[in-house]
C-alpha cells in the first residue's frame, strides 16, 4: 500500500477507490459513443470546500501542479465553495486515474471533497490524436 493511502484518512480510501471505479464507468460511457481516449481535450475536475482558505491554497496547489484552477462562487442554488480544476490531456485509464488520485490527493491535504471529473468526447474525424 502506498504512503499516501495509508495516510488517507478513515473512509477516504474507499471514497478514492469510488472515483476510481467511477472512471472506468464514465471512460466505458466515453468509449460507446466513439471517443478517442489519445485525443488531447480539455478535462475538467471539480472539487469543493468548507472554508475558503482551503479553497485558495487547493487552488495555487494545483496551479503548481500544471492544472488551471478557477474559483466557482456560491450561487443560490448552492452554497458550496468549489474550484474547477482543467487541464489539456488525453482521457485515456492511465491518464484519468493518474489526474483523479493527484487531485483527489491534494483536495486531502486541503481538506476538500473531489468530486469527480468531465470531458468532451472527441471523435476520429475532430480529434487531436497522437
Given at each position: 500500500?502506498?504512503?499516501?493511502?495509508?495516510?488517507?484518512?478513515?473512509?477516504?480510501?474507499?471514497?478514492l477507490?469510488?472515483?476510481?471505479?467511477?472512471?472506468?464507468?464514465?471512460?466505458?460511457?466515453?468509449?460507446?459513443?466513439?471517443?478517442?481516449?489519445?485525443?488531447?481535450?480539455?478535462?475538467?475536475?471539480?472539487?469543493?470546500?468548507?472554508?475558503?482558505?482551503?479553497?485558495?491554497?487547493?487552488?495555487?496547489?494545483?496551479?503548481?501542479?500544471?492544472?488551471?484552477?478557477?474559483?466557482?462562487?456560491?450561487?443560490?442554488?448552492?452554497?458550496?465553495?468549489?474550484?474547477?480544476v482543467?487541464?489539456?490531456?488525453?482521457?485515456?485509464?492511465?491518464?484519468i486515474?493518474?489526474?483523479?488520485?493527484?487531485?483527489?490527493?491534494?483536495?486531502?491535504?486541503?481538506?476538500?471533497?473531489y468530486?469527480?471529473?468531465?470531458c468532451?468526447?472527441?471523435?476520429?474525424?475532430?480529434r487531436?490524436?497522437?
Amino acid at each position: 500500500m502506498s504512503k499516501f493511502l495509508q495516510k488517507l484518512k478513515d473512509g477516504k480510501v474507499g471514497a478514492l477507490a469510488e472515483e476510481l471505479a467511477k472512471n472506468q464507468q464514465t471512460l466505458a460511457a466515453l468509449a460507446r459513443t466513439g471517443d478517442v481516449p489519445t485525443a488531447l481535450r480539455m478535462v475538467d475536475h471539480f472539487v469543493y470546500f468548507d472554508q475558503d482558505s482551503c479553497r485558495q491554497d487547493y487552488a495555487m496547489a494545483v496551479v503548481e501542479h500544471g492544472y488551471i484552477a478557477e474559483l466557482l462562487d456560491p450561487t443560490p442554488k448552492s452554497t458550496a465553495l468549489g474550484v474547477l480544476v482543467r487541464k489539456q490531456q488525453c482521457a485515456d485509464r492511465e491518464s484519468i486515474d493518474e489526474a483523479v488520485i493527484e487531485l483527489f490527493q491534494l483536495a486531502e491535504l486541503h481538506d476538500g471533497e473531489y468530486d469527480g471529473w468531465g470531458c468532451a468526447v472527441v471523435h476520429a474525424d475532430n480529434r487531436g490524436a497522437k
